[in-house]
């Protein structure tokens, strides 16, 4: 197992992403939202955008798995090899890509995408899946790790308020590759969950790093406001 991914075995991978027009969304504010998390502990950082990952890059030494969302698409998550090639660019150790079943806006297959990277970066591949199926598709197309991130995402993926933990304890009975569990982790019990059921590491955003969020599930609890 390459250096990178065995320090990441049975850790907490934090991603430190805002979202178009949020008053976060700039890369320095990212930089120091990662600074923040590596204070706490965490083991590696996923983030998202070219500037966002330079800086995280330059500031800390740990592992940074990198994804670029663009475009209005179905797949947005590193949807071409172009902008694959441009996220190991940045000195990410792992290139975060779509690895859902559908077309790519460049026509290429995952298999043709993850061998490109492997040749011409020597960076990582993580494969965003959101079935069991689709898992295994990647792990067979090359994909040196597989993530849950999809799940509940895709249209015909399992939805709920929680995370798919049947499919990361599935993926990771299965694949011959490590398993990430990672989208709607919402608790730390939730987080040893997952590791407990075979995830190699997890991945947390939401939960820590996207204030807007955490407040709505404060407020919503909270109720009308009393007149
Ligand atoms: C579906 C999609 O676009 N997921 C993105 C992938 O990078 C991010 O928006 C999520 O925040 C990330 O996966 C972490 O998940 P959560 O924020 O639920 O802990």
């Not at 965490?42 to 966002?52: H, K, M, S, T, Y």
């Not at 940074?64 to 949807?79: A, E, H, Q, R, Y």
């Not at 492997?118 to 295994?136: F, I, Q, W």
């Amino acid at each position: 197992m390459s250096p990178v991914l065995a320090a990441l075995r049975g850790r907490l991978v934090v991603s430190c992403q805002a979202y178009p027009g949020e008053p976060m969304r700039h890369p320095d504010t990212m930089r120091r939202v990662a600074q923040a998390v590596a204070a706490g502990g965490a083991a590696g950082i996923r983030a998202q955008g070219l500037e966002d990952l330079r800086l995280i890059r330059a500031a800390l030494d740990l592992p940074l798995i990198g994804l670029w969302k663009d475009g209005d698409g179905d797949v947005f998550i590193t949807p071409t090899l172009d902008h694959a090639l441009a996220v190991a660019g940045t000195g990410a150790d792992v290139v975060a890509l779509d690895a859902t079943g559908r077309p790519r806006p460049d026509g290429r297959t995952l298999a043709e995408i993850v061998r490109a990277v492997h040749e011409r970066t020597g960076r990582l591949v993580m494969a965003d899946v959101s079935t069991y199926e689709e898992g295994v598709a990647a792990a067979e197309a090359g994909a040196d790790v597989v993530g849950t991130t999809l799940a509940g995402y895709t249209p015909y993926s399992r939805t709920g308020p929680g995370p798919d933990l049947d499919l990361v304890a599935r993926l990771s009975t299965d694949l011959p590759v490590p398993v990430i569990a990672e989208g709607r982790i919402h608790t730390p019990g939730q987080a040893a969950e997952a590791l407990l059921r075979g995830a190699h590491a997890v991945v947390v955003g939401t939960a820590i790093t996207h204030p807007t969020t955490v407040t709505r599930w404060f407020t919503e609890a909270c109720g009308e406001p009393v007149r």
